[in-house]
Each structure stands twice: as structure tokens, then as C-alpha cells.
């Protein structure tokens, strides 16, 4: 069975760029939850979606958005990108809406410059 | 407000010897802890996990030991091997109402296994 995939691998984008970024979860897994990572830091929560709702949001601010389609994929919108925003983003898929073992993608390595 | 903390940036075993890895919390609402490895250019890799209503849980070569009233967990490893070395990350969960699957993240020990 195919773990969870991204797209792009990789993305440099100009600042004030908007990014879209995609996920599909593993089969069967109704939840999508969005990290960030900073570099040396631990992932940081973005957004959980489930069955196409949001379940939950991080704290970041309204430039990032999000949404869960009927198939269950995820896309993460970031609009007028900032240098800050460089990271590499993580999407992680779990079985339910309460699911603590999430189960990661690759990543999508974003370079604002 | 760091509520996950690991504050070995980095540790280095022998390989066969035991690897403990350590991380502390500050959020008694927190009701699973997981344990993830992280290899370069992939995404953290699910290893093992604990209910706060146990204090251990074994699978294979990995233990995660859980101490509540610390507020302190570890992940031995034994016995390491180089395939080990990589980046190890304490995550945690909340409970209550409201509920959602969100992690909150140390960040990170590195740990290297020499052969």
C-alpha cells in the first residue's frame, strides 16, 4: 500500500507568492493533519482536517488555509509568502478525527526568497 | 511556551549499547506520547507510543518508559544499531473536550550509533 504522498518535493517561490501545496493520505485514512518545520525545531501544527471539516488550526495566521477534498487529499494554501514561511511542510494522515498515531509524508521543502 | 521539551540536542552510542533518549512535558492534559524517527530528505516515521494510563510499552527493540509525576518519558533502544542514527522526536497529544488528532513536538535529539 502506498504511504502518504506529496507534491511538489520541492518549491521556490518569490516572497508575496502564493503556494499550493498537496497531499494524499494513505488508503483508507480520513484525516489530514499540516506541520511545519523550521529548521532544528519539531514539526508545528497547522491544520487538521477530517472528512473534509476542519477539526483544528494551529497558530498561524489567516495566510494559511486549507481544505480536504471528497477523496480525502489536502491541498495548504499560503498566500503573500514571507521569507519566514520557508520550511519544509509535513502532511500526516490517521484513521479518525482523534487519531494519535498519524503517519507522515516526505515533505514539501518550501524556499521563499 | 515550550509544552514538549528535549534537551539533549544530540547523543552517541556505541552500536550494541543501549540508547536513552529523554523528554519532558509541562501539560498534565496530555493522554498519548509517541515517539517518531526522522531520516534526512523523509518525513518523521511513527515508532512507538503510550497511553498516560501506563508506564510502559515495548515493541521489539524500542521501550518508552513514562514517569507522570516527572512529566518525564524515555525511548531506550537496545541494542542500537547504525541504522538507528537519525533524528528522534517526543511528540504529545491532548485530551478533552474538543479533541483533535494535533501533536506537539520536541525538537528533536539527533542521535548517532557508531559501529
Known amino acids: 500500500d502506498a504511504g502518504v504522498t506529496q507534491s511538489p518535493t520541492h518549491l521556490i517561490k518569490t516572497r508575496g507568492q502564493h503556494v499550493t501545496l498537496r497531499c494524499s493520505p494513505i488508503?483508507?485514512?480520513?484525516?489530514v493533519s499540516w506541520y511545519q518545520q523550521v529548521l532544528g525545531q519539531g514539526p508545528q501544527f497547522i491544520f487538521q482536517y477530517y472528512e473534509k471539516e476542519e477539526r483544528g488550526r494551529g497558530n498561524f495566521p489567516d495566510r494559511f488555509s486549507a481544505r480536504q477534498f471528497p477523496n480525502y487529499s489536502s491541498e495548504l494554501n499560503v498566500n503573500a509568502l514571507l521569507l519566514g514561511d520557508s520550511a519544509l511542510y509535513l502532511c500526516?494522515?490517521?484513521?479518525?478525527?482523534?487519531?494519535?498515531?498519524?503517519?507522515f509524508g516526505p515533505g514539501t521543502r518550501l524556499t521563499v526568497t | 511556551d515550550q509544552q514538549v521539551k528535549q534537551n539533549s540536542p544530540s547523543l552517541s552510542v556505541q552500536e550494541g549499547r543501549i540508547s536513552i533518549l529523554n523528554c519532558d512535558y509541562t501539560n498534565s492534559m496530555f493522554d498519548y506520547f509517541l515517539w517518531y524517527k526522522k531520516y534526512p530528505a523523509e518525513g518523521p516515521t511513527f515508532l512507538i507510543s503510550i497511553s498516560s494510563i501506563k508506564d510502559k510499552n515495548e515493541d521489539g527493540r524500542f521501550t518508552v518508559f513514562l514517569n507522570k509525576s516527572a512529566k518525564h518519558l524515555s525511548l531506550h533502544i537496545v541494542p542500537s544499531q547504525p541504522g538507528d542514527s537519525a533524528v528522534y522526536f517526543c511528540a504529545a497529544r491532548t485530551s478533552g473536550s474538543g479533541n483533535t488528532g494535533k501533536l506537539i513536538f520536541g525538537q528533536g535529539t539527533t542521535l548517532q550509533v557508531k559501529p
Open positions: 500526516a494522515s490517521g484513521q479518525g478525527p482523534f487519531s494519535y498515531e498519524q503517519y
Open positions: 488508503s483508507g485514512h480520513k484525516s
